[in-house]
């Protein structure tokens, strides 16, 4: 079987590192088949947008596609590609695997190996705002002030939060079918729910709901800021994490601090008609063309991408071939290397690493 895939190698260092990953995914025997389009900012200079309509419809078609990083555009009325699609798809979950791998030196953390699964369409990333000292502000003030005792400073901005019943059920139903599939024991609801109690509330409302149909996964709840110092004192406690929107930003990045930073860190944007997988890492244009940065998170990107292809032994193959070389320390780039006197590789080179540790 060959799959056909899109494929946005992204701009920046996005084209060096989707190309090693390609390579290692041509080694893996799965076949693919790549509509490759250009987004970024070279997309704006070539179609005038960082976001070709044709890239959209491809994705749709295809179903699936592997995503490099992309810069985000200055002043084009873009806040970002990456929210974009997931807007125009209804990408909703945002998986972010963050595990331990032996060799790596950047964190003093061993056998992490945690699920982030964030919600990624509501609460305050919607975007629903009001300048201060704007008409709209003004009304909104109006309105709050008539209905609460405490009355809001007349001299703010503000920012509205939308947590849905929908929304809501969709994610952690995707937390749990996430955790049966891959037996997993326990889901933890995240919410700052003894304050926000109409929105967060609401959030553990329907988790609590959804978790009666899962009886072999233990369910529990936790306050966001319990979490955060947990995490950093005994990340072992948790296992499946399931937050809205802007928790699951904040908490996803401290996870992938715990297992040695953003280089190590996959992530995949999933809806119920596409998905699409990228590296949670930015797209750092000052190193671009220089063969430096590492290809890792890119590469277990593509490995989440092939576990969604139901091709595990595919997948588990190309994870062991990393982790191979991750603990070997010798094929690895700069930010890897266990001894800063020793010399480090580039981004081409880990790749061949990788795809000689797969055939050995």
């Not at 250009?38 to 592997?66: C, F, M, W």
């Not at 070389?325 to 081409?348: F, H, Q, W």
């Amino acid at each position: 079987m060959t799959y056909r895939i899109t494929l946005l190698p992204g701009d920046g260092i996005g084209p060096e590192i989707t190309e090693a990953t390609l390579r290692v995914l041509d080694a893996t025997g799965v076949k693919f088949d790549w509509d490759v389009f250009t987004v970024g900012e070279a997309a704006i200079e070539k179609y005038g947008t960082p976001l070709p309509d044709d890239a959209i419809q491809s994705i749709r078609k295809n179903k699936v596609a592997l995503k490099g990083p992309v810069t985000t555009p200055i002043g084009t009325g873009f806040r970002s590609v990456n929210v974009a699609l997931r807007k125009k798809l209804d990408l909703y979950a945002c998986l972010r695997p963050c595990k331990s791998y032996p060799g790596v030196v950047t964190t003093p953390y061993r056998d992490v190996d945690i699920v982030v699964v964030r919600e990624n369409t509501e609460d305050l990333y919607i975007g629903i705002e009001f300048e201060k000292g704007t008409p709209e502000a003004a009304r909104l003030y109006d309105l709050i002030t008539q209905s609460f005792k405490d009355p809001l400073r007349s001299d703010a901005g503000y920012s509205i939060k939308t947590i849905s019943e929908s929304g809501s059920r969709r994610i952690v139903k995707y937390a749990f079918d996430y955790a049966r599939k891959y037996k997993r024991k326990k889901v933890s609801a995240v919410s700052k729910a003894n304050i926000m109690k109409f929105t967060d509330g609401l959030f553990l409302s329907v988790a609590r709901e959804v978790a009666k149909a899962y009886p072999e996964i233990e369910y529990e709840e936790v306050l966001v800021d319990a979490l955060c110092m947990r995490l950093v004192r005994s990340p072992k406690l948790y296992d499946v994490l399931v937050l809205p929107n802007l928790y699951g930003d904040i908490i996803s990045d401290l996870c992938a601090g715990l297992v040695g930073g953003l280089g190590l860190a996959p992530g995949a944007n999933i809806g119920d008609e596409a998905a699409l997988f990228e590296p949670t890492h930015g797209s750092a244009p000052k190193y671009t063309g220089m063969n430096k940065v590492s290809p890792m998170a890119q590469m277990l990107s593509a490995v989440l991408m092939l576990r969604y292809l139901n091709e595990e032994k595919a997948a588990d193959r190309m994870e062991h071939a990393i982790a191979s070389v991750i603990a070997e320390g010798k094929n690895v780039t700069y930010d890897l290397r266990r001894d800063r006197n020793e010399p480090s590789v580039g981004t081409s080179q880990v790749a061949d690493a990788v795809i000689k540790m797969m055939r050995s």
